[in-house]
């Protein structure tokens, strides 16, 4: 394994507590040194995936993978898979695809948000250019792919469902809702789509491709349908944070940008009939439409700092507890013993986390 794939190895278990939170007791410590040694050989597979003969495509393919990341859609494969024939050839194999989906996602995604960073480092549009890093996107859906094709008609429909509800939730985001439709509802329904949608079939793959009982297969998708809306309205909450040392984020980098979070959408709802409400509203709006010259740092923290302690906030922070909490009553049918307790505990970890 080359330096970079061993740090980013070394740094995955601290990223998602893994060690601490997921396996925590003496004797689930075997199963988190066999989910440890998957994940390893999980990022030599990445390494050569994503190594091109052309040399443009290698450079640009394998930069956010050697940003790291914390592999939670692989790290679920890889562990669902426990309850089968466990790290397979093919569990592997769909494990990689499905991380490398998300990868291709992330390049794409930070080309519509124009976001300045992801995972530390400038984006990919920032370093080669839109064109480059749509193209790069493309080029790993493409891989993921050929993947999933190696293991059979059932994964490549798998692959391509998913595929299309990440497109439709990146549509229906950019689209907003319909008139007369639920803006809070269709956020959920975005969010299910970009972020549940890929957690769920990583899920699935686990049963699938170790062989597990078939009754499991349902209780997981649902398990990872539900956590992945609840990692992202932690990470609405995350980023009014004021700790960017632990985040990897300013401060309100979403507000400024004017992205779409669950504390803005309970915010603009309660402006309609409180007046205090719609003052904070129109001055992140005001925040938000400032060019980069008229941008005040310390005005807008002080805005973040409001929005924080608003009780829309907690509001977030409390659905996305409720929806872990769904997740984990999803898997009641799952056999008791140490995967169990470690779905249990990564949905904890989920909304418990900082970054």
Do not use: C
């Amino acid at each position: 394994m080359n330096p970079s794939a061993t740090r980013r190895v070394s740094s995955l278990a601290g990223q998602v507590g893994l060690t601490e939170r997921l396996f925590a007791s003496g004797s689930d410590k075997k199963l988190a040194r066999t989910i440890d040694d998957g994940i390893a050989r999980l990022e030599v597979g990445l390494e050569r995936q994503l190594a091109y003969t052309d040399d443009l495509a290698d450079v640009t393919a394998r930069y956010l993978l050697e940003a790291g990341g914390k592999r939670i859609r692989p790290l679920l494969t890889l562990l669902i898979s426990q309850l089968g024939d466990g790290v397979t050839e093919d569990v592997l194999t769909a494990a990689e695809a499905i991380e490398i989906t998300h990868l291709g996602s992330l390049y794409h995604d930070d080309v519509m948000d124009d976001a300045d960073k992801r995972r530390g480092v400038p984006s990919a549009h920032q370093v080669f250019g839109n064109n480059t890093a749509i193209l790069t996107g493309d080029l790993l859906f493409a891989r993921a792919s050929q993947l999933m094709a190696d293991l059979g008609e059932r994964a490549i429909r798998m692959q391509a469902g998913t595929f299309e509800r990440l497109v439709l939730g990146q549509l229906h985001e950019t689209i907003g809702p319909r008139e007369g439709e639920d803006a809070v509802e269709h956020y959920i329904q975005v969010l299910s789509d970009k972020t549940g949608s890929l957690i769920a079939v990583a899920a699935q793959s686990g049963v699938i491709f170790s062989h597990a009982p078939a009754e499991f297969e349902q209780p997981v998708v649902d398990f990872g349908e539900k956590i992945g809306i609840a990692f992202q309205l932690i990470d609405d909450v995350i980023d009014l944070s004021p700790q960017p040392e632990e985040t990897g984020k300013v401060p309100g980098t979403d507000l400024r940008a004017g992205v779409v979070t669950l504390p803005m959408l309970y915010l603009r709802r309660e402006a309609l009939v409180d007046p205090s409400a719609a003052d904070l509203v129109a001055r992140i709006d005001a925040a938000a439409s400032a060019s980069d010259a008229e941008h005040d740092p310390v005005a807008f923290a002080a805005i973040v700092t409001e929005l924080r302690e608003h009780a829309v906030t907690e509001r977030t922070f409390t659905e996305a507890h409720a929806w872990a909490d769904d997740a984990i009553a999803a898997i009641a049918p799952l056999p008791d013993g140490s995967v169990k307790k470690a779905l249990i505990n990564f949905a904890e970890a989920v909304v418990d986390r900082t970054s």
